[in-house]
């Protein structure tokens, strides 16, 4: 009888708080077919702070993960700001509300896509308030997530120092190197980033490094704040190859490639390259990490070369902005045509 009604209709509910309320209260993350009106994006496009991912796992008495736990999260944006009300919400592009259950990734983790808190009161170092409900439990526990980079705040919170002194640093989150990925990326030529494909079908930018400014004139934190300013710079004729591209990337989970034309505000024709690979959140979001660069002068070399195979070469029409034009003109040509 009883492995009957676990065939037909799943784990039922126990006498904890848990493991049901992990299916019920985030049913679209472990796909059923009902509203879950909060998950794990907590930072839309325009909120306030620096975006971070936050991720963890609940752990039991001998060290191991927990599979259905739920873990909900509240904190204010950057500016220490909660929204008051749903069109706030909507305005400042901050939930300040997530949750997430631990039994749809391979790691049990959960994983929540937010920005760092600024401090909610005087006194008080910026912290993520966590909720945690799981197996066992009778009542659900309340915690909360400080972050080791705010030393000076750290010390100073009340609440902080309160825990015994050997457990405070197991409430701090740690930056994965995030400073030592910032250097490097500003070294690399282009424009490093990681493009988020949101469930509702909208795109962000959850990093940005600072070739974007040589790329496309902006600061790294104006892209982050309106993803939508790159497909404004494209080309009309090229920008339903870039979304096609994009579609069947995220829908085949295969490497993303795309060249086209991008037109600046300032007038600026730049031909720009991009690659990059995709994977899918436990959440069901898409994210892709990859690089843009400026192809333009490898473009206009190979319709050089193409032109002085053809004998249309018209050596007063090139670019003098080209790296190449400090050459000697006519031997370029010459030996370019011969190599041809």
């Known amino acids: 009888m009883m492995s009957a009604l676990e065939a037909d209709?799943?784990?039922?509910?126990?006498?904890?708080?848990?493991?049901?309320?992990?299916?019920?209260?985030?049913?679209?993350?472990?796909?059923?077919?009902?509203?879950?009106?909060?998950?794990?994006?907590?930072?839309?496009?325009?909120?306030?702070?620096?975006?971070?991912?936050?991720?963890?796992?609940?752990?039991?008495?001998?060290?191991?993960?927990?599979?259905?736990?739920?873990?909900?999260?509240?904190?204010?944006?950057?500016?220490?700001?909660?929204?008051?009300?749903?069109?706030?919400?909507?305005?400042?592009?901050?939930?300040?509300?997530?949750?997430?259950?631990?039994?749809?990734?391979?790691?049990?983790?959960?994983?929540?896509?937010?920005?760092?808190?600024?401090?909610?009161?005087?006194?008080?170092?910026?912290?993520?308030?966590?909720?945690?409900?799981?197996?066992?439990?009778?009542?659900?526990?309340?915690?909360?997530?400080?972050?080791?980079?705010?030393?000076?705040?750290n010390a100073r919170d009340t609440v902080l120092a309160s825990v015994p002194a050997e457990r405070r640093d197991t409430l701090k989150a740690l930056q994965e190197s995030e400073a030592r990925y910032r250097r490097i990326a500003a070294k690399v030529p282009g424009m490093v980033y990681q493009l988020v494909l949101n469930l509702d079908g909208s795109l962000a930018f959850d990093f940005v490094s600072e070739g974007c400014r040589e790329i496309y004139g902006i600061e790294p934190a104006q892209l982050m704040a309106n993803s939508s300013l790159i497909a404004s710079y494209v080309h009309p004729d090229d920008l339903e190859g870039l979304r096609t591209s994009l579609t069947n990337s995220a829908q085949l989970l295969t490497p993303w490639a795309w060249q086209g034309r991008m037109v600046l505000p300032s007038g600026t024709l730049k031909w720009v390259r991009g690659t990059a690979r995709p994977r899918r959140e436990t959440d069901g979001r898409v994210v892709w990490d990859g690089i843009l660069f400026d192809n333009t002068f490898a473009v206009q070399h190979v319709e050089m070369l193409q032109s002085a195979k053809l004998g249309k070469l018209n050596v007063t029409g090139w670019n003098a902005c080209s790296p190449c034009s400090q050459l000697d003109k006519r031997n370029f040509i010459v030996q370019s045509a011969a190599r041809a």
Do not use: W
């Open 9 to 153: 209709f799943g784990q039922t509910p126990s006498q904890t708080v848990g493991p049901y309320f992990a299916y019920g209260l985030t049913a679209a993350q472990y796909g059923y077919d009902y509203d879950q009106p909060f998950d794990t994006v907590v930072a839309l496009d325009g909120a306030s702070g620096e975006r971070i991912r936050l991720e963890g796992r609940v752990i039991d008495g001998d060290g191991n993960a927990i599979s259905d736990a739920l873990v909900e999260i509240s904190q204010p944006d950057g500016s220490g700001r909660y929204p008051a009300s749903v069109d706030d919400a909507r305005a400042m592009g901050f939930r300040a509300f997530g949750r997430c259950g631990t039994g749809t990734d391979a790691a049990n983790r959960f994983v929540f896509h937010t920005v760092k808190p600024g401090p909610q009161a005087a006194g008080e170092a910026p912290h993520v308030n966590v909720i945690v409900t799981m197996r066992g439990l009778l009542l659900h526990v309340f915690t909360r997530i400080y972050f080791d980079d705010e030393s000076a705040s």
